[in-house]
């Protein structure tokens, strides 16, 4: 199985290359054949949360514009053990048509199990490339309004290309946070409002944000960890239950 998975928010800083780091450590541990591809042209940041960013040489766009193979555009990391690394250009000048993205994960996703492409946020120009190769789509969202209204956004845009398959992972959530909020009577709530059926809810934790903020060495245990492991089983199609439920 070659899956092509775009993580997406509408809204910025929902926590999608979070997101994509730990779901990729969690394939990994499944014996899947992973590369990540940060389509943020322009932002790039996973090369930092993997401690690759002094490596990089080559990125993307050096990959469709024949300065190197597209092999030499992917690196391992060092701390996530399996987990292979696209990066995004660092400038903007370098953004990539939907259709030559397109054809660059067509060419790379057969030696791999999983693509995992972490999506600019919004609905724009960087989004529709990186969800050019999508068979499926993951909708990070925080439950708040403004990010509510983004997945629906997203939701509705990720249709009209064609991806049916998405699912909604809510993340950062807190409890005590989202009580005082008010803004909702309950969970079941935020996921009827996203019209997207729950894949995952991650907690708030602050020790995830550490670790993956300084290279994701020892990035073993967390309680986030632990949904991320159950994520990778159920994106795999098993009936397991939700790690946290909040
Ligand atoms: N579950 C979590 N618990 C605590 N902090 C988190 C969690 N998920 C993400 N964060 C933190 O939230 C911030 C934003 O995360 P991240 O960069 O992954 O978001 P993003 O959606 O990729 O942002 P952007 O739209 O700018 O690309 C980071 O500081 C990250 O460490
Ligand atoms: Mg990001």
Known sequence: ???????????????????????????????????????????????????????????????????????????????????????????????????????????????YDYVIIDSPAGIGSGFMTAAAPADRALIVTNAEPVSLRGAVKIRTRLATLGISDMRLIINRFDRKHFESLSCYEDLDEVVDKAGTRLIALIPLDLRLSAMTQNGCAGLNWSPAVTVFDCLARR??????????KG
């Open 1 to 111: 199985m070659n899956d092509v998975i775009v993580v997406a928010s509408g809204k910025g800083g929902t926590g999608k290359s979070t997101v994509c780091v730990g779901l990729s450590a969690a394939l990994v541990k499944q014996n899947k054949r992973v590369l990540l591809i940060d389509c943020d042209c322009g932002m790039r940041g996973i090369d930092l949360m993997l401690d690759a960013s002094e490596e990089i040489l080559f990125d993307c766009s050096d990959a469709v514009k024949g300065n190197c193979t597209p092999r030499e555009a992917v690196y391992q990391s060092k701390n996530l053990q399996g987990v292979h690394l696209m990066a995004a250009p660092f400038d903007t000048d370098n953004e990539i048509s939907p259709s030559v993205f397109k054809q660059l994960v067509d060419e790379l996703k057969t030696s």
């Open 235 to 244: 994106l795999e199609g098993e009936q397991v239950q939700l790690a946290f």
